[in-house]
T-cell receptor, first 117, second 108 residues
Framework: GAVVSQHPSWVICKSGTSVKIECRSL??????MFWYRQFPKQSLMLMAT?????????EQGVEKDKFLINHASLTLSTLTVTSAHPEDSSFYIC?????????????FGPGTRLTVT | GIQVEQSPPDLILQEGANSTLRCNFS?????LQWFHQNPWGQLINLFY???GTKQNGRLSATTVATERYSLLYISSSQTTDSGVYFC??????????FGKGTTLSVSS
């Protein structure tokens, strides 16, 4: 199946700093990628839809100025957490599929665990 | 938006037992996927099953799209089956919406 990678797998940063997370589709092109956040013992919650070459679409309650998304190529989307605070500590996961295929299966990256101290 | 409900929320089994996990969804969907989240957080694709029945080893799944539910069967459970099982659905081109998951614990 298709492979999606994320980097870094984990990161610890100080409060007030910014952190960039990369999501790559390794063996297919993805015009759309999705970013999710998962808090401990909870389900995955959609944060935003990342569209190649255009602005991301954010879910209600997600601060677009805090979570900057850039989808500059068909294989790379980045999520930057700006001025991170301890409450931003979470597990961030991206997914991508192959739109236009009859079988629009979503593939998920391994996730990035962010800890803000 | 679409609502996804999974049951039971928690399941405790002895090794070798069988189990059935259920996923109900509130509207028609184009895609339904089952995942197993391992202890490191990685989501493992189990099935892409918008309709019909599929089997993969000890796991099988059935989706009855007209009645808006899907079932995941685990037979002869093993300790390595422990973890959280998620059902997720979407409509054409949109993001997957996840249920709250079923936490499975299999003891030897």
């Amino acid at each position: 199946g298709a492979v999606v990678s994320q980097h870094p797998s984990w990161v610890i940063c100080k409060s007030g700093t910014s952190v960039k997370i990369e999501c790559r589709s390794l063996d297919f092109q993805a015009t759309t990628m999705f970013w999710y956040r998962q808090f401990p013992k909870q389900s995955l919650m959609l944060m935003a839809t990342s569209n190649e070459g255009s602005k991301a679409t954010y879910e209600q309650g997600v601060e677009k100025d805090k979570f900057l998304i850039n989808h500059a190529s068909l294989t790379l989307s980045t999520l930057t957490v700006t001025s991170a605070h301890p409450e931003d500590s979470s597990f961030y996961i991206c997914s991508a599929g192959q739109p236009g295929q009859v079988k629009y299966e979503q593939y998920f990256g391994p996730g990035t665990r962010l800890t803000v101290t | 938006g679409i609502q996804v409900e999974q049951s039971p929320p928690d399941l405790i089994l002895q090794e070798g037992a069988n189990s059935t996990l259920r996923c109900n969804f509130s509207d028609s969907v184009n895609n339904l996927q089952w995942f197993h989240q391992n202890p490191w957080g990685q989501l493992i694709n189990l099935f892409y099953i918008p309709s019909g029945t599929k089997q993969n080893g000890r796991l099988s799944a059935t989706t009855v799209a007209t009645e808006r539910y899907s079932l995941l069967y685990i037979s002869s459970s093993q300790t390595t089956d422990s973890g959280v099982y998620f059902c997720a659905v979407n409509q054409a081109g949109t993001a997957l919406i996840f249920g709250k998951g079923t936490t499975l614990s299999v003891s030897s």
